[in-house]
């Protein structure tokens, strides 16, 4: 049992740096899991036949199989992950297109056009209480914020976002300005072009 604690905790040590930053750290760490994932599923099986219920060896197969995986799909979006709005793999930041509907200040024509966007992942941390000892309690929350950079309109005029009020998201709507002054109510559609 300590060996496997000792494998988790170097592979626990080891998986950010050597493999976030290269691809061929990406694969090394992705064989060794392999390998390691299956010798996991065979302890654990077997300690699971022979005493036909679950113990602290099992138990602690599945936590470290558990973690084993997360890491591995943590750096697989680094390394693969696709530019889709809310995808399982999706990347932390990335540019892409996608439909949104947009309406000039003042106008009542709506446009559905073709917008370059600028995705950023982040995540802000904030006390939401106290425990029994005095001590906060943390909550994390994951965002995703969705900038335009620039609005191609089907009669071949493109229009570059200059400032943007506030980050977009899907389904919501913003003001935008564009380089000229003119404001633009966009809303984001939930509909990516390749």
């Given amino acids: 049992m300590e060996d496997y604690f000792r494998v988790f905790f170097v592979l626990w040590a080891g998986h950010w740096p050597l493999s976030a930053t290269h ?58 992950g696709v530019p889709i709005i809310g995808h399982f793999v999706e990347r932390p930041e990335y540019d892409a297109h996608y439909y949104v509907e947009v309406e000039r200040d003042g106008s009542d024509r709506k446009y559905r056009v073709l917008a370059d966007i600028h995705v950023e992942g982040r995540s802000e941390t904030e006390e939401v209480g106290e425990d029994n000892f005095g001590r906060g309690i943390y909550a994390t929350t994951a965002y995703r914020d969705v900038w335009l950079r620039c609005l191609h309109f089907p009669n071949g005029e493109s229009v570059a976002i200059h400032d943007q009020m506030e980050p977009l998201h899907l ?8 380089a000229r002054g003119r404001t633009w109510y966009v809303k984001l559609l939930n509909e990516y072009v390749h």
């Avoid at 389904?171 to 564009?178: C, E, I």
């Fill in 23 to 80: 691809l061929l750290g990406f694969w090394l760490f992705t064989a060794s899991a392999a390998l390691l994932l299956c010798g996991l599923i065979t302890v654990s099986c077997v300690d699971l036949f022979q005493r036909r219920q679950f113990t602290p060896l099992a138990i602690g197969c599945a936590v470290f199989a558990y973690f084993l995986l997360s890491w591995e799909r943590h750096l697989y979006v680094q390394h693969y």
């Fill in 171 to 178: 389904g919501d709507s913003v003001f935008a300005t564009d």
